[in-house]
């Protein structure tokens, strides 16, 4: 083999490789999109729910989706915006509240569905804002969802206030 076809077939093979990694980025980048539209469906739904929530009802499973959709926009938004910023703070509490319920029995406490609507809804827009980023989150929040549903989750599952005493503005 000469080697002008040595050099043609390594240009082809490159062309190759490229065309394929760039194949995969779009697949990856279009599964993170597809995972994006079904957090807002679930978001929108959710928003309405926690309206519809009896007061002092035992709801592992509710209280799992909220915390799940929570937690990748708590990580999501420490990530990208850092702990300082009033959004991360606000999800991070609507997390923090979310938990607080789980500690106590899983038990709903309507006077929270009105931040925890809002929070849900700033969490949903990191998150689109942010899809890349977002889905390396998506282990810890099944992590603590699944905790949570199995009503097993300990103080210690949601980072407290220390969270903004560690990063200084």
Avoid: F, K
């Avoid at 995969?24 to 999109?33: E, G, M, N, S, V």
């Amino acid at each position: 083999m000469s080697r002008a076809t040595r050099h043609a077939a390594a240009a082809a093979a490159s062309r190759s490789v490229q065309r394929i990694r760039a194949q995969q980025q779009a697949a990856r980048d279009a599964a993170r999109a597809r995972d994006a539209d079904a957090m807002t469906d679930q978001t929108r739904i959710a928003r309405i729910q926690v309206y519809a929530l009896q007061d002092g009802a035992v709801v592992p499973g509710d209280l799992a989706e909220l915390a799940w959709m929570l937690c990748i926009g708590t990580c999501t938004a420490m990530s990208t915006h850092g702990p300082q910023i009033t959004l991360t703070r606000r999800i991070h509490a609507a997390l923090r509240t979310i938990h607080a319920m789980a500690l106590a029995g899983c038990r709903w406490r309507a006077a929270q569905a009105a931040g925890v609507e809002i929070a849900l809804s700033e969490a949903n827009d990191v998150v689109r804002d942010h899809p890349r980023t977002a889905s390396h989150y998506r282990p810890d929040a099944d992590w603590l969802a699944h905790r949570i549903q199995t009503q097993t989750t300990e103080p210690g599952d949601v980072a407290g206030p220390e969270l903004y005493r560690s990063a200084t503005p």
